[in-house]
């Protein structure tokens, strides 16, 4: 049978450093909450009941933290005495039994839940607590993680480390894996005698080797366990975020010819063969299928974008933008809660809201639709092999039907059939030499001004 696994993930810090009206782990990573990011990860590595110990914005976390798929309680933490004391607030949880206990930390959004489950495994195959670290670039600060006869005998402090001490690299995350049967028992042992009178949870290696257990370390990149107090390391791990993901979507197939421009949201979909040109920004809800291209400084959120279509240069997609097989937005063009059909072309400098275009329609440039009468939304309907003429005005709620031509310059405001031809405009006039006359009355105008200054 599979073994059973508590998640602690702690997330009840102040988040003082990060200088915010809320709480660190609710600020976002490509999108998504560092919480969720971390809580994404615990679920993945198969682990179905977590706790989350809270503080600041309780309630806002705690929406952010809930996950599919997984059981997620909550307890608040109002004391900060030490993460030794944060994780005893699962108490509870903890002693329903568990074949093993995570503890992990809600601002470390770059963990995967492969990492995880190599703790895990350790505890499968006889450890009774497995400590995660890292090979630090630079340890100082962190603490070191001493190993002898490839047992865990101690994290020690930089602060508290001896010189010879202070020259290892291997150093801890503060993430464990924890016996189950034998978790509170020893958390319960942790003291708070020393400076700080706070309860570490790193005392938890010398109390469990005290009582005879296998302790062990396993390591993971440093750059995936790193957490974030500052906006500065939140752009940090914004970057990591996004070189990573960009890695793995090209190589699943995705061209980009500027990666380090290109930024993804957590939920981005990009199929294979998809080509991406520099400066695009993908917001969350983004699917682009097989064959697409996305031209340089565009910007799509809550999008679909369906095989063999164009987006751009510089166009925008907004939520509800649906573009069929090889239809185009051109550059300059705003898409809205709008489905373009296949094959049909909004070139440029158009906006398209709260409507539906038919299979192989052409809309001229500068033509919108105007959806909006300062109080509703209404939609806008047209047709297939539809023509719109450049700069025409589409009064919704308005219906352009098959066929259909609508003369460049018209504001529509009425229906218009099946292959019909509507203009919207007024009859051209031209006045001979009136140009000449409104130019010298002008150039009058502004000599008597100028002469009576």
Not at 176 to 202: F, H, P, Q
Request: with cysteine.
């Amino acid at each position: 049978m599979a073994r059973t696994c508590l998640a602690v993930i702690l997330a009840a810090g102040d988040s003082t450093r990060m200088k915010s009206s809320m709480s660190k782990v609710l600020h976002p990573i490509a999108g998504l909450p560092m919480i969720s990011h971390v809580m994404r990860a615990v679920r993945d590595a198969e682990i179905k009941d977590a706790v989350l110990v809270l503080g600041r914005d309780a309630d806002a976390v705690a929406k952010a933290g809930a996950v599919e798929g997984m059981a997620v309680s909550t307890v608040l933490q109002t004391e900060r005495k030490g993460t030794g004391h944060a994780v005893l607030m699962a108490r509870d949880a903890i002693a329903k039994g568990f074949d093993e206990v995570l503890v992990t930390y809600g601002d470390v959004p770059l963990v995967r839940s492969e990492t995880f489950q190599n703790a895990r495994s350790l505890l499968s195959s006889g450890a009774d607590l497995v400590v995660i670290g890292f090979e630090a670039a630079d340890p100082t600060g962190y603490g070191r993680l001493l190993v002898e006869d490839g047992q865990l005998v101690a994290i020690r402090e930089h602060k508290d480390a001896t010189e010879e001490e202070r020259k290892v690299t291997r150093c801890n995350s503060g993430l464990m894996v924890i016996n189950g049967a034998r978790a509170l028992g020893w958390l319960e042992k942790i003291d708070n005698k020393n400076a700080k009178g706070e309860y570490y949870l790193t005392d938890l290696v010398e109390i469990a080797r005290a009582d005879g257990a296998k302790v062990v370390a396993v390591d993971a990149p440093e750059a995936e366990l790193a957490g974030c107090n500052t906006r500065a390391e939140l752009a940090l791990l914004e970057a990591s975020w996004q070189n990573r993901r960009r890695h793995e979507i090209m190589l699943s197939g995705v061209s980009m010819i500027a990666p380090e421009t290109v930024f993804l949201a957590f939920d981005t979909v990009l199929q294979q063969d998809v080509l991406v040109e520099p400066n695009v920004v993908f917001g969350p809800g983004v699917t682009v299928e097989s064959g697409a291209v996305i031209h340089a400084f565009s910007h799509l959120e809550g999008a679909h974008v369906a095989s063999g279509a164009t987006v751009g240069p510089f166009a925008r997609l907004r939520p509800g933008a649906d573009l069929g097989p090889d239809s185009k937005v051109g550059n300059f063009c705003e898409v809205k809660k709008a489905t373009i059909g296949e094959g049909a072309k909004v070139n440029h400098l158009t906006y398209i809201g709260d409507a539906s275009i038919g299979a192989g329609s052409n809309i001229g440039a500068g033509t919108i639709t105007c959806n909006y009468d300062g109080i509703n939304k209404h939609e806008t309907r047209i047709g297939e092999n539809a023509f719109i003429g450049s700069n025409s005005a589409l009064v919704a709620p308005v219906s352009i039907g098959n066929g259909a031509y609508v003369a460049s310059g018209s504001v529509i405001t009425e229906n218009v059939p099946d292959d019909a031809l509507a203009f919207g405009r007024a009859r051209q006039e031209v006045k001979p030499d009136r140009a000449k006359q409104v130019r010298e009355r002008a150039l009058a105008f502004k000599a008597a001004k100028k002469a009576g200054q």
